[in-house]
């Protein structure tokens, strides 16, 4: 069982930089695939990074590279979302997903899910 702990959201202005944080419990973390997925009033669930259990694989959705990065500190339980340039169609309920041994950009396929950060970028 893995509990997952999203923090980091908040308000801020188109251009502007927010660093969300995802931290787990357990002490099998560092075995597990992280990912970042989005959710968006009125729309579906929607992949945005991920990052492999070791750190050395990751992938990003086309909208949000360059400008987006995941990482991940397996000492620390804990897997970020460096978010910079941010645009208004960021805005959404960003949640982190753990998966045993998925690593795709499915929803459907990761094991665990937090409770989700509102990230909020105004115009």
């Known amino acids: 069982q893995v509990q997952l702990v999203e923090s980091g959201g908040g308000l801020v202005q188109a251009g502007g930089s927010l660093r969300l944080s995802c931290v787990a419990s357990?002490?099998?973390?560092?075995?597990?695939?992280m990912g970042w997925f989005r959710q968006a009033p009125g729309k579906e669930r929607e992949f945005v990074a991920r990052?492999?259990?070791?750190?050395?694989?990751?992938y990003y959705e086309v909208s949000v590279k360059g400008r987006f990065t995941i990482s991940r500190d397996n000492a620390k339980n804990t897997v970020y979302l460096q978010m910079n340039s941010l645009k208004p169609e960021d805005t959404a309920v960003y949640y982190c997903?753990?998966?045993?041994?998925?690593?795709?950009?499915?929803?459907?396929?990761?094991?665990?899910w937090g409770q989700g950060t509102q990230v909020t970028v105004s115009s």
């Open positions: 990052i492999s259990w070791s750190g050395s694989s990751t």
């Open positions: 997903g753990a998966s045993r041994s998925y690593f795709g950009a499915s929803s459907k396929e990761y094991n665990y």
């Open positions: 357990g002490r099998t973390f560092s075995s597990y695939h």
